[in-house]
């Protein structure tokens, strides 16, 4: 509040009110509302010394007032008032956690410092700000990010063209931003890489036009369009460390030697343990791994069914094996492996490394085996009795089962008649002996054989991140279509990841991302009258955040001052 001077041109004399100003939301613009009239000037002198210093001074008690913390809050609303076209009174407050993070791992900074001698006409850290709080609570396309972009508080003043530019903008800072998000990192949280967990997923796009970048490959959700293939590193608290984007057609176990490179040479690390899955176990990807000058290790899995027949009968050899329990069992060895490992004119060389096996059965994997592949033989015989229905797109899994089967290599439609076609029942025979059980090869053969195990079971958590960002941040289908701009796009749901990560972490993993998300996305307020918001929701979850991040979320009604207080407080 402040004591307005209203001069009249005409008379000259100068009338003195108290008046309250506000931002209003309807109109984007700056309001004032008289709280009290007091009179003119000349006819106030003969009552006050000074009017003016007296009523400033009554000025700055009623604003005291009003912020003071323990008033009231009175207003009125005319019932006949109505709302204007494209009127949107609702805000989102439960960004603030998010933007709390943000700026503690000091993204912010890292943008402001790589533009600050750019000629760019757009601010990238509040257009990246938007993107990100957008990707975690409101997952959808650029566009429709921007068209909401006023759910916060936080600059508007961008257009959608400037939000393309920034695309550009931040592709060509990625690999930077995600070195810069390490340190923080471990500034913040401390990193434990004693073990880092590798996995690829892919992600599809809603076209189908092919590029060098958006390729037809194997899509993990078996759908025909293009991808891209993302190969991510977590360390072992569940925290992502760095990702790289390849060509969809690119095969799941090429990816992992370029980007533990890059891992190993810019990261400092020390000496880490990769854990991944089968889809990594190659003679190169080992031979790569164990021959970095730090001498780094390895837990991956081996398929059962894809190894050579001496191991497979020690699999089944049920000398060894030590119960636990009625339902699982295990057992060791060490064993001298030959792989073949490529030589620089791409010649195969054989090499010995020196590994523990350590192989286990589970009666629980034995039975959701048979299931699923009951399941795919239904599905076989489907495709017997009527191949004219299928293709090799829609029989996925279950032509495996099918003897004589044959596909168009234009169309992928089934060429054999129903006639030649056939269940394989010594394939069925074979695999089903071999349900249960898993086969772990590791070069940390000192490691006792549970500790190995427990290595390998924390890879359910980078599986969880990809689920996460498929589901919870819908960061698939990709809608953009420029290289640099997919790039930028994964780049800002890679730092949503992390976000939500460290945010599950702050809050002692009593929740999953998606719940903890869900609150915050209903964490909303709406404008009543001036600068006042009523908020409307609170749950158990809420108050777990705001007790590790100091955000009142059980507020009932703010001022738009103090909200932005607390969203200031975020950004120190």
Partial sequence: MFLRKA???????TYLSIVHGYYDPSTRSSRTKTIQSIGYLDELEKQYNDPIA??????????????????????????????SIDTDNSKNFGYVAASSIYHELGVHSFLKNRQRHTNDAFDA?????????????????????????????????????????????????????????NDKVKEHYGRDTSLIYYDVTNYYFETDKVTDFKRKGVSKEHRPNPIVQMGLFMDNNGIPITYELFPG????????????????????????????????????????????????????????????QEVKDYVLDQNGYEWLGKEYKRKSRLYPRTILV?????????????????????????????????????????????????????????????????????????????????????????????????????SEYQECDDRIIDMYRGLWRIEESFRVTKSDLEARPVYVSRKDHIQAHFLTCFVALVIARILELKTEHRYSIGKLLESLSQANCTHVKENLYLFSYYDEVLELIGEKTAIPFNRKMMSLGEIKKVLGDTKK
């Fill in 7 to 13: 001069t009249n041109k005409k008379t000259g004399r």
């Fill in 54 to 83: 007296h009523f400033t001074a009554v000025a700055n008690e009623l604003d005291a007032q009003r912020l003071d913390a323990n008033a009231s809050y009175s207003f009125s609303i005319n019932k006949q008032e109505l709302l």
């Fill in 125 to 181: 850290n509040v257009i990246m700000q938007m993107l990100v709080y957008s990707r975690l609570l409101f997952p959808a396309s650029k566009k429709n990010s921007f068209d909401h972009r006023h759910r916060f508080f936080e600059k508007t003043d961008y257009s959608l063209d400037d939000v393309y530019r920034s695309l550009t903008f931040l592709c060509k800072h990625k690999d930077a931003l995600q070195l810069w998000l």
């Fill in 249 to 308: 057609n690119t095969n799941d176990c090429l990816t992992y030697r370029p980007n533990f490179g890059r891992l190993k040479k810019d990261y400092n690390l020390g000496r880490v343990i990769t854990v991944a899955d089968k889809g990594m176990t190659t003679g190169d990807n080992i031979w790569y791994t164990i021959n970095t000058p730090t001498k780094d290790g390895y837990v991956f899995s081996m398929s059962v069914r894809g190894a050579e």
């Fill in 342 to 442: 490529s030589s620089r004119n791409g010649r195969k060389m054989k090499k010995t490394v020196d590994e523990k096996q350590v192989v286990f059965y589970s009666e629980k994997y034995d039975k959701r085996a048979k299931a699923e592949r009951a399941a795919v033989l239904a599905k076989a015989q489907a495709l017997i009795r009527n191949p004219g229905n299928y293709t090799r797109a829609t029989s996925y899994g279950a032509a495996a089962y099918v003897k004589n089967i044959a596909f168009d290599k234009e169309t992928g439609e089934v060429l054999s008649p129903a006639k030649g076609l056939q269940i394989d029942e010594e394939k069925i025979k074979a695999e089903e002996a071999l349900d249960g059980y898993y086969i772990l090869i590791t």
